[in-house]
């Protein structure tokens, strides 16, 4: 199932401020970051190993998705996720 917005300015400005209250949050230093990027803080943070996200963040820089996913250190069970 999907929906389409037909030119409802309100309408999508609604969806929009959900998706962003909903993958975004506040961090303690007042910057909004998304959840991704509060979880990766965390792990660092916490003194753990970052290092298949840290590769797949810099295969995504020069490459496509599914490249960066294929190159990078990501556990095959998640590639399979995301694929």
């Given at each position: ?10 309408l999508s400005?609604?969806?929009?401020k959900?998706?962003?209250?909903e ?18 803080h ?5 003194g ?15 490459s ?20």
């Amino acid at each position: 199932m999907f929906w389409l917005l037909k030119n409802n300015g309100t309408l999508s400005r609604l969806v929009n401020k959900i998706v962003s209250e909903e993958e975004s949050d506040i961090e303690q230093y007042g910057r909004y970051l998304s959840h991704f990027k509060l979880y990766y803080h965390a792990m660092k943070e916490a003194g753990e190993n970052t290092n298949c996200v840290d590769s797949f963040l810099i295969e995504i820089d020069s490459s496509d998705l599914f490249t960066a996913l294929n190159n990078s250190k990501v556990p095959q069970p998640a590639i399979d996720f995301v694929t």
